[in-house]
């Protein structure tokens, strides 16, 4: 049984467009908080010492993001993070947003885990692998 | 003897340069978020309702921010809010913010109650104003 | 023959991460900066007017987004738009974006025309519907 | 006789609120733009080599703001800045933002030379400070 990681976020005044809706890049930005905190709650390794002190970055690849439904200033967004595919170095994430159980978003985004020193890719560190093995999805 | 409104916002990769340290607009981001929070938590008036529902804004007439010390990516901001001066339509707040017991910055700053449709300022609702004078600074 | 709207955008200390390059979201900024360009300058039609007296919106339907290699505090952004497909209401773009002829990132991203008065989607008013025309790619 | 240095930027979608104005803070990333563009254009100096190559910040002290009217999506921001205090290692900028000729926003903005590698600030490199004495306000 494979684990989904939750956080909720107020959308603020400085995420809205004139519309009074999120911005889309706006999304992106919460979607890297989710990945930050999963990163320091879910999976117990702190994200910016990975990045400041061991020296390893977590580029995207690429991401690929359905807008579903808007957003709207003081709405409080619901995100679920999961795991697609844990590569060697990449991992696929699957992110789900929704505001009080309506679908807003769904992303599928692939970072990797990097080396600053080297500036290529390198394994994920195997304690941490196996730490983010729980968020696997089971046969979808 | 006066409140002080009080949050802690982690300080997020997105809010930081490429010297690893809170890129200083992103700063301004917080303490609109710091107020957002107020007005919903400490005044119990949801930020979102007044612009929305009531067609009341908040623009920022100045501020006037002195820099202390750097924030970097991983830090808890601690932020501290109060009000130097309730005018008719016009508020001074004073921002505090701090790490770990450490200043960070100090902010005053002033904002007016704004009609949306009169496009004019106009005096802050009785029952709000009555919340918001339990936060003003007594004789410094 | 199909046309191609060119823009090119200094990388900016804003839009950089600690590891001195782009934040992946400030990309999509960029992106939507290139696209109310080429409203402006390639369409004739002002992109602000069209929001703000037109009362149309384009709502990002979707997106999906490589990142080739990074872009670095001090670069110039090479933006390419054109069109994939040309719906009723709906307009498929394609940005390459790169460096000194280097692939940046490549991204397919979907819009539509949305009346902000009735909040459903609404046909591509014809006279800008023609003049986008001459954008869409032909037989790949 | 002192020189101003000039720019012009288009107030951006993503600059806006749900007012349809400027949000404050991006004000502030557009007021960095400019020093940017003075660094690079009128000073001569590429402002990514000072920090990236030459390892110097221009981290910011303080800043003074006063918000003098609105700025909307589709204006055009026009900003000049010159400097009103040139120090050993701290410059103090004034930015004068304006649309149209109508006065948008005034701005007191003190940054000071900062080594990377030290950590301390240090005193501004005689070629480039020779470059900026030409911008210091005469006997205002």
């Known amino acids: 049984m494979s684990k989904v990681f939750g956080v909720e976020y107020p959308i603020r005044f400085s995420h809205c467009d004139p519309a009074g809706q999120v911005y889309f890049p ?4 919460l979607l890297h908080d989710a990945m930050e905190d999963w990163f320091n709650i879910g999976l117990q390794e702190r994200f910016s010492d990975l990045l400041m002190r061991q020296q390893l970055g977590t580029p995207t690849v690429g991401t ?3 807008f579903l439904s808007p957003a ?5 967004l619901a995100i679920e993070l999961s795991i697609l595919r844990l590569g060697n170095s990449s991992i696929e994430l699957l992110f789900n ?3 009080e159980g309506r679908a807003c978003l769904k992303c599928r985004h692939t970072i990797c885990m990097f080396s600053k ?6 394994p994920i560190p ?4 196996a730490r983010m093995r729980d968020y696997v999805v089971s046969a979808e």
């Open 26 to 29: 706006r999304f992106f930005d």
């Open 64 to 66: 690929q993001c359905d």
């Open 72 to 76: 709207r200033f003081g709405d409080v």
């Open 97 to 99: 947003a929704s505001i």
């Open 117 to 122: 020193e080297t500036l290529k890719s390198v």
């Open 126 to 129: 195997e304690a941490l692998r």
